[in-house]
Protein backbone atom coordinates (compact mmCIF):
# COMPACT_ATOMS: atom_id res chain seq x y z
CA UNK A 1 0.00 0.00 0.00
CA UNK A 2 0.90 3.63 -0.98
CA UNK A 3 -0.05 6.97 -0.65
CA UNK A 4 1.81 9.46 -2.17
CA UNK A 5 0.73 12.91 -1.92
CA UNK A 6 0.93 16.28 -3.76
CA UNK A 7 4.00 18.14 -2.77
CA UNK A 8 4.14 21.63 -0.58
CA UNK A 9 2.06 25.24 -1.49
CA UNK A 10 2.58 28.23 -0.82
CA UNK A 11 -0.41 30.52 -0.57
CA UNK A 12 -1.96 33.87 -0.06
CA UNK A 13 -5.30 34.18 2.07
CA UNK A 14 -8.20 34.34 0.16
CA UNK A 15 -6.87 31.73 -2.56
CA UNK A 16 -8.07 28.84 -3.37
CA UNK A 17 -6.67 25.21 -3.32
CA UNK A 18 -6.72 21.49 -3.94
CA UNK A 19 -4.26 18.80 -2.38
CA UNK A 20 -4.21 15.06 -3.38
CA UNK A 21 -3.17 11.51 -2.43
CA UNK A 22 -2.94 8.85 -4.64
CA UNK A 23 -3.39 5.25 -3.84
CA UNK A 24 -2.12 2.50 -5.00
CA UNK A 25 -1.21 -1.61 -4.04
CA UNK A 26 -4.68 -1.78 -2.67
CA UNK A 27 -8.46 -1.41 -3.74
CA UNK A 28 -8.89 1.90 -3.63
CA UNK A 29 -13.05 2.08 -3.70
CA UNK A 30 -12.83 -0.68 -0.96
CA UNK A 31 -11.36 1.23 2.02
CA UNK A 32 -12.38 4.53 3.71
CA UNK A 33 -10.07 7.84 3.40
CA UNK A 34 -9.26 9.74 5.99
CA UNK A 35 -7.31 13.34 6.06
CA UNK A 36 -5.53 14.93 9.34
CA UNK A 37 -4.06 18.41 9.87
CA UNK A 38 -1.19 18.93 11.75
CA UNK A 39 -0.44 22.36 12.64
CA UNK A 40 3.01 23.66 13.14
CA UNK A 41 4.58 22.19 16.42
CA UNK A 42 0.90 20.82 17.28
CA UNK A 43 -0.94 17.82 16.90
CA UNK A 44 -2.73 15.66 14.85
CA UNK A 45 -6.82 16.94 13.94
CA UNK A 46 -9.54 14.96 12.24
CA UNK A 47 -10.73 17.15 9.31
CA UNK A 48 -13.10 14.32 7.70
CA UNK A 49 -12.82 11.03 5.80
CA UNK A 50 -14.77 9.42 2.98
CA UNK A 51 -15.24 6.02 1.45
CA UNK A 52 -14.26 6.59 -2.37
CA UNK A 53 -16.48 3.87 -3.50
CA UNK A 54 -19.52 5.62 -2.86
CA UNK A 55 -18.38 8.88 -2.12
CA UNK A 56 -19.88 8.77 1.51
CA UNK A 57 -18.05 11.91 3.29
CA UNK A 58 -18.22 12.76 6.67
CA UNK A 59 -16.88 16.34 7.65
CA UNK A 60 -15.45 16.64 11.71
CA UNK A 61 -17.47 19.81 13.38
CA UNK A 62 -14.69 22.18 13.03
CA UNK A 63 -13.90 21.12 9.33
CA UNK A 64 -17.89 21.28 8.14
CA UNK A 65 -18.36 24.22 5.46
CA UNK A 66 -14.27 24.79 5.68
CA UNK A 67 -12.92 22.35 3.17
CA UNK A 68 -14.30 19.69 0.31
CA UNK A 69 -13.13 15.91 0.36
CA UNK A 70 -14.02 14.39 -3.00
CA UNK A 71 -12.24 11.18 -4.15
CA UNK A 72 -11.85 10.38 -7.91
CA UNK A 73 -12.09 6.45 -8.79
CA UNK A 74 -10.65 6.66 -12.48
CA UNK A 75 -7.15 8.02 -11.10
CA UNK A 76 -7.78 6.43 -7.60
CA UNK A 77 -6.88 10.04 -6.05
CA UNK A 78 -8.76 11.57 -2.89
CA UNK A 79 -8.02 15.11 -2.54
CA UNK A 80 -9.11 17.96 0.09
CA UNK A 81 -9.57 22.04 -0.92
CA UNK A 82 -10.12 24.79 -0.29
CA UNK A 83 -12.53 27.80 -2.02
CA UNK A 84 -10.69 30.62 0.40
CA UNK A 85 -7.71 29.64 2.33
CA UNK A 86 -6.70 31.36 5.96
CA UNK A 87 -3.32 32.11 7.56
CA UNK A 88 -5.00 29.71 10.42
CA UNK A 89 -4.72 26.88 7.54
CA UNK A 90 -1.21 26.74 7.86
CA UNK A 91 0.16 23.27 8.40
CA UNK A 92 0.51 19.57 7.51
CA UNK A 93 -1.94 17.73 5.86
CA UNK A 94 -2.26 14.21 6.00
CA UNK A 95 -4.39 11.54 4.29
CA UNK A 96 -4.66 7.84 5.71
CA UNK A 97 -6.02 4.84 4.57
CA UNK A 98 -8.20 2.37 7.31
CA UNK A 99 -6.89 -1.29 6.73
CA UNK A 100 -9.94 -2.75 8.34
CA UNK A 101 -13.81 -1.86 7.85
CA UNK A 102 -15.07 1.32 9.86
CA UNK A 103 -17.81 1.50 12.49
CA UNK A 104 -18.34 4.69 12.85
CA UNK A 105 -18.85 5.68 16.77
CA UNK A 106 -17.08 2.42 17.60
CA UNK A 107 -14.28 1.26 15.92
CA UNK A 108 -11.80 2.19 12.98
CA UNK A 109 -7.73 3.12 12.57
CA UNK A 110 -5.34 3.57 9.99
CA UNK A 111 -3.31 1.53 8.97
CA UNK A 112 -1.14 3.50 6.05
CA UNK A 113 0.20 7.46 5.90
CA UNK A 114 0.89 9.24 3.20
CA UNK A 115 3.81 11.68 3.42
CA UNK A 116 2.03 14.89 4.36
CA UNK A 117 1.58 18.05 2.34
CA UNK A 118 2.60 20.85 3.80
CA UNK A 119 0.46 24.18 3.34
CA UNK A 120 1.58 27.65 3.98
CA UNK A 121 -1.07 30.74 3.76
CA UNK A 122 0.21 34.20 4.19
CA UNK A 123 -1.55 36.77 4.89
CA UNK B 1 -15.02 10.60 24.23
CA UNK B 2 -15.09 13.98 22.75
CA UNK B 3 -12.19 14.77 24.20
CA UNK B 4 -9.11 12.68 24.94
CA UNK B 5 -6.84 13.63 27.32
CA UNK B 6 -3.10 12.62 27.39
CA UNK B 7 -0.29 13.79 29.81
CA UNK B 8 1.89 16.14 27.76
CA UNK B 9 5.22 14.03 28.01
CA UNK B 10 6.53 10.97 29.89
CA UNK B 11 10.44 10.00 30.84
CA UNK B 12 11.65 6.40 30.91
CA UNK B 13 15.14 5.04 30.98
CA UNK B 14 15.97 2.55 28.60
CA UNK B 15 15.29 -0.66 29.23
CA UNK B 16 12.40 0.75 31.78
CA UNK B 17 8.33 0.03 31.28
CA UNK B 18 6.90 3.27 30.03
CA UNK B 19 2.93 3.90 30.56
CA UNK B 20 1.16 6.32 28.34
CA UNK B 21 -2.38 7.29 29.11
CA UNK B 22 -5.61 8.24 27.24
CA UNK B 23 -8.87 9.29 29.42
CA UNK B 24 -12.44 10.23 28.56
CA UNK B 25 -15.73 10.21 28.96
CA UNK B 26 -16.71 6.39 27.98
CA UNK B 27 -13.53 5.53 26.60
CA UNK B 28 -14.22 2.07 27.06
CA UNK B 29 -17.27 2.05 24.61
CA UNK B 30 -15.08 2.32 21.90
CA UNK B 31 -12.06 0.62 20.50
CA UNK B 32 -8.48 2.82 21.06
CA UNK B 33 -5.99 3.07 18.43
CA UNK B 34 -2.30 4.46 18.91
CA UNK B 35 -0.16 6.21 17.05
CA UNK B 36 3.86 6.98 17.32
CA UNK B 37 5.42 9.90 15.43
CA UNK B 38 9.00 10.74 14.77
CA UNK B 39 10.18 14.31 14.48
CA UNK B 40 9.72 15.14 10.34
CA UNK B 41 7.41 11.35 9.74
CA UNK B 42 4.12 10.72 9.30
CA UNK B 43 2.00 9.12 12.02
CA UNK B 44 2.35 5.13 12.35
CA UNK B 45 -0.31 3.13 13.33
CA UNK B 46 1.61 1.18 16.58
CA UNK B 47 -1.88 -0.22 18.74
CA UNK B 48 -4.90 -1.54 17.06
CA UNK B 49 -8.39 -2.31 18.59
CA UNK B 50 -7.14 -1.33 21.98
CA UNK B 51 -4.51 -3.92 22.16
CA UNK B 52 -4.35 -5.47 18.60
CA UNK B 53 -0.51 -5.09 17.50
CA UNK B 54 -0.25 -4.59 13.44
CA UNK B 55 2.22 -6.55 11.64
CA UNK B 56 5.87 -5.43 12.19
CA UNK B 57 4.97 -3.74 16.00
CA UNK B 58 7.61 -5.13 18.36
CA UNK B 59 5.73 -7.46 21.54
CA UNK B 60 7.43 -5.01 23.62
CA UNK B 61 4.13 -2.68 23.14
CA UNK B 62 0.81 -3.35 24.57
CA UNK B 63 -2.16 -1.94 25.11
CA UNK B 64 -5.65 -2.03 27.25
CA UNK B 65 -8.78 0.02 27.70
CA UNK B 66 -11.26 0.01 30.62
CA UNK B 67 -13.76 2.46 31.64
CA UNK B 68 -12.50 5.90 31.18
CA UNK B 69 -8.49 4.95 30.67
CA UNK B 70 -6.66 3.32 27.87
CA UNK B 71 -3.04 2.78 28.13
CA UNK B 72 -0.25 2.34 25.73
CA UNK B 73 2.32 0.44 27.73
CA UNK B 74 6.07 0.10 26.03
CA UNK B 75 8.53 -2.37 27.96
CA UNK B 76 12.22 -2.57 27.74
CA UNK B 77 12.12 0.60 25.93
CA UNK B 78 14.30 1.74 23.58
CA UNK B 79 15.76 4.78 22.14
CA UNK B 80 14.19 4.58 19.32
CA UNK B 81 11.33 4.68 21.24
CA UNK B 82 11.35 8.37 21.34
CA UNK B 83 8.98 10.32 19.93
CA UNK B 84 5.42 12.07 20.10
CA UNK B 85 1.93 8.99 20.89
CA UNK B 86 -0.83 9.88 20.04
CA UNK B 87 -4.31 7.79 21.14
CA UNK B 88 -7.21 7.75 19.14
CA UNK B 89 -11.15 7.11 18.69
CA UNK B 90 -14.28 7.42 17.99
CA UNK B 91 -17.27 9.70 19.40
CA UNK B 92 -20.16 9.04 17.52
CA UNK B 93 -19.65 10.14 14.09
CA UNK B 94 -16.51 11.70 14.55
CA UNK B 95 -12.87 10.66 15.39
CA UNK B 96 -10.80 12.09 18.02
CA UNK B 97 -6.99 12.53 18.94
CA UNK B 98 -6.05 12.59 21.71
CA UNK B 99 -3.49 16.18 22.33
CA UNK B 100 -0.55 13.81 22.07
CA UNK B 101 2.53 12.87 24.81
CA UNK B 102 6.76 13.13 23.96
CA UNK B 103 8.04 10.36 24.98
CA UNK B 104 11.59 10.36 26.19
CA UNK B 105 14.07 8.20 26.91
CA UNK B 106 16.70 9.28 28.93
Known amino acids: VQLVQSGPEVKKSGESLKISCQGSGYTFTGYWVAWVRQMPGKGLEWLGI????????RYSPSSQGQVTISADRSTNTASLEWSSLKATDTGMYYC?????????????????WGQGTLVTVSS | SSELTQPPSVSVSPGQTASITCSGD??????VYWYQQKPGQSPFLVMS???RRPSGVPARFSGSNSGRTATLTISETQASDEGDYYCQAWDSSSLVFGGGTKLTVL
Open chain 1, 50 to 57: IYPGDSDT
Open chain 2, 26 to 31: NLGDSF
Open chain 1, 96 to 112: AVAGQAINFGVSGGFDF
Open chain 2, 49 to 51: QDN
